[in-house]
């Protein structure tokens, strides 16, 4: 018999002992446990996937317990499909599938489950385990119902069945580090996720504003420069109007003077030469009018070829000396009914851009011809609108370097420009299809890349007898005995017109201004038979009072007279009121015609 030391101690001393070295072997115990569960944790927090967790976490759990299986499933009809098992003598299994019997699965959905014995048989565990035998143990422990796929840890070995809960009391610490874990890095992985796509939305929205600050920009300098353009349109009108006041002056003394003069005196060629040079101020007048687009939309029967050779005159200056310009007008070109204003435009913003499409020159080619058009066919696309039968063609083409077909389709559209910044608008071809559309007619464009661009544009040509031919001058035209009230700012216009007036026989009373004009309409002792005014005027425009001057006397009929007109002055159409409209520099013949279509 072995003395421990203790022979000499009482037995209650002795039980003292017992239990202190009870109580230290516990305490032995609860230390290792914690230093597994330290390793294990160390294991799991090196891993850096999901994956990684789970294969760390169960190795180190069958090997620091000797557990001969530890495998992690999820849940399947019938058992659980292993997302990775480990045996721990033997190869590591990543598929295969764990069969569970009875109610067990909804135990392990309760809890923990620790199976001892025969009971394992419930449980069918791949191959190379055998849990054979009385000392055969196995724990089950389900997953975390946070996980995305919940499922079940499976943890089979041999022990007694004391060691068996103590052991399944480890693991499940174990497998509750690893779980957390699992959350940490699911946690980490989902937030990595969310910075990359918030970098990713960050990265798209950062291009998207730059896209758009790029467009704002170029927004802006095409708003500039059409602002730009809308200034030098209103110094173009502004400048034409005033032309058109010192030219009526100037052809109203010029007819005056015609008059006086016996027709055999030299002096006739004198005066028909400044008649014929106020005639060329007053097409220079209507161009400068057409670009600052401050005309009125009058349609009237218009000779293509004589337009053409009018313009070619003013185009010859603008193109440049490196620039040729080739006229090619068909003698048998027919009219058409259109406002020549609104088709110098159009000839106009076509050679301009035929003149900026040939960089180091080239030759600007202007053809006029009377074609017959068919009704389109399904190959006919080209064609948007655009009725039958005789149209003129006018035709611009250009040796330059040409549209590409990509770019064609959009070429009509606004602020569409592919000229570089400050020197396009992107509303020549957009103005050229709209002129197009109101005259019934349309546009076409042939091109090819380096090889120029030919422009058509078709309007309905007239018929023949539709066409007043030329009127001889008329030396005395119709005369009348009318009482006219003549309204015009200007001076030296309102003198001419009222010597005009008399000159026909009229009884003419001018005033300067709209005020003026009311107060002689609202006389009980004044009568008038016709008023003629000026549109833009000061203190009262001539739409203004027009309107109110119906209101005192409805049956009044008003004649319109400007060198310009906006389409719109203030709400509605300044010629609402009106029975006539005159255009700047006005004639004797004009004016006569005018004021007798209106008394009848």
Known sequence: MVDDGRSGFDPAA??????????????????????????????????????????????????????????????????????????????????GKITLGGDLRERVGRGPVLLHGAETSLVGLPPPVRLDGSQASLTLIPALAAQDSPGCFVFAGRCSEHDQQERSLLVTRAVEIMSL????????????????????????????????????QLKIEQLEQAQKMEVLGRLAGGIAHDFNNILTA????VELAALAVPEDDPLQKDLQAIREAGERGARLSRQLLSFSRRQVFKKEPLDVNASVRDL?????????EDIELELDL????????????????VLMNLVLNARDAMSGGGRIRLSTRSVSVEPPTAADGERPIGGTGRHVELAVADDGAGIP???????????????????GTGLGLAMVYNICRRHDGWVQVDSEVGQGTVFRVYFPELAAEAVSPPSAVVKEPARGDEAILLVEDDRTIREVLVKLLDRLGYRAT????????????????????????????????????????????????????SGYTDDQLGPGDPLANADGFIQKPVTMAELAAAVRRILG
């Open 181 to 216: 874990r699992l959350e940490n890095l699911r946690a980490l992985n989902e937030l990595s996720e969310l910075n990359r796509r918030l970098d990713a939305k960050v990265a798209e929205r950062t291009g998207q504003l730059e896209a758009a600050n790029t467009e704002l």
């Open 14 to 95: 002795k039980k003292i002992i017992r239990q202190l070295e009870l109580e230290n072997q516990l305490l032995a115990e609860r230390a290792e446990e914690i230093f597994l569960l330290g390793r294990i944790a160390a294991e799991v927090t090196e891993a850096r996937s999901v994956r990684g967790v789970l294969m760390r976490g169960l190795e180190r759990i069958a090997i620091l317990k000797d557990t001969e299986f530890a495998a992690y499933g999820r849940w399947e009809a019938g058992g659980l499909d292993l997302a990775y098992g480990y045996f721990l003598h033997g190869d590591n299994l990543e598929a």
């Open 330 to 345: 068909a003698p048998d070109t027919g009219s058409v009914l259109a406002d020549r204003g609104r088709i110098d435009q």
């Open 405 to 423: 077909a990509e770019l064609r389709a959009r070429i009509f559209e606004p602020f569409f420009t592919t000229k570089e910044a400050g020197k």
């Open 250 to 253: 100037v052809t109203g003394h």
């Open 510 to 561: 001018s005033c300067a201004h709209g005020q003026e004009a009311l107060e002689l309409l609202e006389d009980p002792d004044q009568d008038f038979d016709l008023m003629i005014t000026d549109v833009v005027m000061p203190v009262m425009g001539g739409g203004e009072l027009a309107a109110r001057a119906r209101t005192l006397h409805p049956r009044l009929p008003i004649l319109f007279l």
């Open 312 to 320: 070619a005159k003013v185009i010859d200056r603008l193109i440049g």
